[in-house]
């Protein structure tokens, strides 16, 4: 069942923001920090979100790991905090993840992303209909765990996909920063009001570099030795 959301269960008043260009005008004329960005991820089923704050890693298709290694070309992220502070969703130039349960009805959390993504072999989410296992992976630190009706964020429309609702979009659509920034709000705002803590740090962390070094190691190809024999033995030629 849904928590109390934010406004105490009533939908936000709708609003239709406009593109923005990531950065703001200061108070003295210069410009300020990028604003974050935001992105859809769109979970197959609830046991993934689990794995996912268990091991600290979001898998993505390869069409949204360029999309998000993009993201991170003019905003290099700052280092994790590991306490909890600021307002989720609320770090400058950060790239962060919108979690919602295909047919579910709901946002479920809020990530932030914390490097671009790296190749790898692991066995950690369910594969997909092709029935191949994901080789994109990102870790990611959970700010938000929640259960947020996607009625009552029906009013948050987002330009960067027509101004359609913000829960319509494939897997990696991006949300225009304004209606990013309200929908993790209100994530927040549901996750307070139902007495959800903030998620835990992953009690099972996995190291993504050591897993994409192994995954290129294998990937290489075998060095010929002088004798003109390859590595394993076979005579070329």
């Known amino acids: 069942a849904a928590g109390g959301g934010a406004g105490g269960g009533e939908p936000l008043p709708e609003v239709d923001y406009e593109a923005g260009e990531g950065e703001e005008a200061g108070a003295g004329g210069g410009v300020a920090a990028a604003r974050p960005r935001f992105f859809l991820a769109k979970a197959l089923s609830f046991p993934s979100l689990a794995r996912s704050q268990a091991h600290g890693v979001w898998a993505v298709p390869p069409g949204v790991a360029e999309k998000l290694a993009a993201a ?9 905090s590991g306490d909890g502070s600021g307002a989720p969703g609320s770090r400058p130039g950060a790239v962060y993840l919108c979690f919602t349960v295909n047919l579910s009805g709901h946002f479920q959390g809020l990530a932030r992303v914390l490097a671009p993504p790296r190749e790898a072999d692991l066995d950690v989410f369910p594969r997909g209909s092709s029935g191949t296992p994901p080789r994109h992976f990102l870790p990611v630190e959970w700010e938000v765990v929640c259960d947020l009706p996607h009625a009552e964020v029906a009013g948050l429309k987002n330009s960067l996909n027509g101004g359609k609702p913000v829960k319509v979009g494939k897997d990696g659509q991006e949300l225009e920063p304004g209606a990013g920034g309200a929908l993790a709000q209100a994530m927040a705002g549901e996750a307070e009001g139902a007495g959800r ?19 290129a190691a294998r990937a290489a190809p075998k060095p010929a030795s002088p004798s003109g024999q390859d590595r394993d033995g076979t005579r070329r030629g």
Do not use: K, M
């Open 72 to 80: 991170f070309v003019p905003a290099p992220q700052p280092p994790s």
């Open 197 to 215: 803590p903030r998620p835990a740090p992953p009690t099972e962390p996995l190291d993504l570099d050591a897993a994409a070094a192994s995954a």
